[in-house]
């Protein structure tokens, strides 16, 4: 199967998620024969060399370690582990790296809870994305910075919305340091999805998709995906569209459901 030739993005799914049964890098190549372009999660805990031997082709992962983008300590760490992410992201061939509004824990929890963002962080989380910024231009690597849920998923998470990022990002208006555009949590967050693509075509970098309710492939929920994929096709949008989903049942069936829903039809 090859995704390339079924749809105008640049497909992409999760090797977190699917063929759960498998050792991780054969998660990877399995994702790779199938004609996808392959993301991962936290590096630290992963072969890169292995990785890398794959032949696959990455198109995000964790761009850091530890940190986040309000405190002056955990700034410096943040800025640390990214440029250390970065040069795995260069083992990879991988072009962009991945970012929250703050550190999250192996549950998906923030290490530091922010129930209420003020204006002092948002000038404190605008500061640290221009460093941020300027760190991918000297290394010739994209940020991104993901919009997650604070419903279901990710409670107290600073600068969740698919609204604050785009705040954000505008702001700093580097090429740089694009939107994660996550629509699984922006369609619990705010939902509005289309419209929400229109308003952000400028600052995307990435897609990415999941059904709601459940966190499964397309289709297996209330998100109308092949309209989502003709609407990115009209803003021009020809990006990475990563499936982080997990799958209904047989994994290769979900990752064949997440190719259809995005193989335009005009």
């Known amino acids: 199967m090859s995704s390339r030739a079924n749809s105008p993005f640049q497909l992409a799914v999760c090797a977190e998620m699917v063929f759960l049964d498998l050792p991780f890098v054969e998660r990877v190549k399995r994702i790779h ?37 309000l405190d002056d300590d ?20 991988c072009p962009s790296l991945n970012l929250h509004g703050t550190g999250l824990d192996s549950q998906g929890l923030p290490v530091k809870p922010v129930t209420e963002v003020t204006g002092a962080m948002w000038i404190k989380a605008y500061q640290t994305l221009c460093a941020i910024a300027k760190l991918g231009e000297r290394h010739q690597k994209v940020f991104l910075l993901e919009n997650l849920n604070t419903l279901v998923d990710h409670p107290a998470t600073p600068f969740a919305k698919a609204r604050d990022t785009l705040t954000l990002i505008s702001a700093v208006n580097s090429p740089w340091l694009k939107m994660n555009l996550d629509l ?5 967050g ?28 397309p289709g297996t929920g209330e998100i109308n995906y092949p309209a989502i994929a003709h609407a990115l096709y009209e803003t021009g949008y020809r990006g ?27």
């Open 184 to 188: 699984y949590h922006a369609q619990i």
């Open 74 to 93: 955990q700034i410096e760490k943040l800025l640390e582990t990214a440029e250390i992410s970065i040069e795995i992201a260069q083992r990879l061939n």
């Open 190 to 217: 705010e939902g509005n999805l289309i419209e929400l693509i229109r308003e952000s075509a400028h600052f995307i970098g990435e897609i990415q998709v999941a059904d709601v309710p459940g966190r499964k492939e």
């Open 33 to 69: 024969e199938a004609g996808f372009a392959v993301e991962i999660w936290d590096w630290t805990q992963k072969d890169i060399d292995a990785l890398a031997a794959t032949g696959a082709r990455f198109t995000s992962m964790t761009g850091y370690i530890s940190g986040n983008l």
């Open 240 to 266: 990475v569209v990563g499936m982080e989903a997990w799958a209904s049942g047989d994994s290769s069936v979900a990752i064949e459901r997440f190719q259809q829903a995005f193989a335009v039809r005009l």
